[in-house]
């Protein structure tokens, strides 16, 4: 990578905002290869995203005012993966996946004790149904809960109601995906409203 950056012309200008659009579809395309694809698909696909936590370190490494590199993002790592997993590394005990996932979630409320909403930290960049999903399990935590439909049993019936949903608003001129975000707006501001309230 270093090599890269200092002889290439291309990579040389290019900066930690250029290679999103980069990200994005490598992490897609890891998405694909484990839905999808074989085991060599999945080889190349999770080297390919790995060279883009590469790019972006060698970015890092060369800002004059807050250098960081890649040996600083594999410590960084290391760090929290330690401080999350108590039951490995120091003497707490967890026998089922619940009870990790407990430990989990106190370290990490630990780490995030100066946001002031559950809602801090989920990027608002996510693709729509994904965003929802995040939003919305944090919402019932907060107490604010969307009432579940009634229909589906299991995951494919589940993909027939979404399919069904995007034909109904394809075939009245709406836009899914935007109605989906205005209503997460919506239910944000629920949520905002409960935690200041309590």
């Known amino acids: ?3 890269v950056r200092e002889r290439c012309v291309w990579s040389q200008r290019i900066t930690h905002r250029d290679l999103v659009p980069y990200l994005i579809e490598e992490s897609h395309e890891v998405i694909d290869a484990v839905e999808t694809g074989s085991r060599a698909d999945l080889r190349e696909e999770l080297g390919d995203l790995l060279w883009q936590v ?11 005012d807050d250098p960081f590199d890649i040996d600083d993002v594999a410590e960084t790592l290391t760090e929290k993966m330690v401080r999350r997993h108590p039951h490995v590394f120091a ?3 967890a026998n089922t996946p ?3 996932l407990v430990h989990w979630n106190a370290a990490k409320a ?7 909403s559950v809602l801090d930290g ?7 149904l994904a965003l929802a999903q995040k939003i919305e399990g944090r ?13 589906p049993r299991g995951e494919s019936e589940l993909g027939d109601a979404l399919l069904s949903l995007v034909a109904t608003a394809r075939v009245h001129g709406w836009d899914a995906e ?5 209503r997460l707006r919506a239910l944000e501001d629920e949520v905002r409203a409960a935690e200041a309230a309590g």
């Not at 590469?54 to 004059?64: E, G, K, R, V």
């Not at 630990?110 to 002031?116: L, N, P, S, V």
């Not at 989920?122 to 729509?128: E, F, T, V, Y």
């Open 110 to 116: 630990a780490e995030k004790r100066t946001r002031e």
């Open 54 to 64: 590469l790019f972006h370190a060698a970015i890092a490494a060369q800002d004059p």
């Open 1 to 3: 990578m270093r090599a």
């Open 178 to 182: 935007r109605a989906l975000r205005e």
């Open 98 to 100: 619940e009870e990790v």
């Open 122 to 128: 989920i990027p608002r960049g996510m693709p729509a």
């Open 139 to 151: 919402a019932a935590g907060a107490g604010v809960d969307v009432v579940p439909a009634d229909g």
């Open 91 to 93: 003497g707490e005990v």
